[in-house]
């Protein structure tokens, strides 16, 4: 099973569209939970911590279920500046971060 | 704004050139990190460094190396570029803790004709 896994996408959404990714992770000792976004030719910047009790920042909420390992990350009210690629990045101790291939989407007007 | 700078920003030189990437980071990070990505593909790390006098290869074999004297310079010296050394090159720092977040550079488009 690979380290982290990712639905690569493309996800195309209209605006105003709820869209969910998910992303799973083999590693159980994994403590520190991220979500990234990548937009085309750009370098990734961190779009939300993933805190164990779920969080929510204004139309995006992540949520953390460490039974079944996996991570995931909701939008609201999609819009078009939405469109980029969000990476799923996790780390376990001293270990450099885990980064998924990440999940395209594209919010179509 | 992160304070992770790379230089150049684009770079296009021929086969068999040394070339250095240059990495500097302000906000005393003790880790630094070279990633490699192509257009539209994944992340792969190539090197580390947790501190300075310290580097360790990561998980793609990179013919590249690195340096670290200084903690706030981790530059990548490629000794003789080569076509299959084409791609994007990203830096990166990070806080000593696991929930620091990790900072990129803009990168360096790399091509060698």
Redesign the interface.
Known sequence: RKEVEQDPGPFNVPEGATVAFNCTYSNSAS??F?WYRQDC??????LM?VYSSGNEDGRFTAQLNRASQYISLLIRDSKLSDSATY?C?F?S??T??V????TRLSVIA | EADIYQTPRYLVIGTGKKITLECSQTMGHDKM?WYQQD?G???H?IH?S?GVNSTEK?DLSSESTVSRIRTEHFPLTLESARPSHTSQY?CAS?GLL??D???????TRLTVL
């Open positions: 403590q520190s991220f030719r750009k370098e990734p910047k961190l911590s990476l990045v780390n101790g001293n450099p971060l980064f998924g291939k990440g | 990190y257009p593909m994944e992340l790390l580390y947790y990561g990203l990070q696991g929930t977040t990790q900072y990129f550079g803009p990168g």
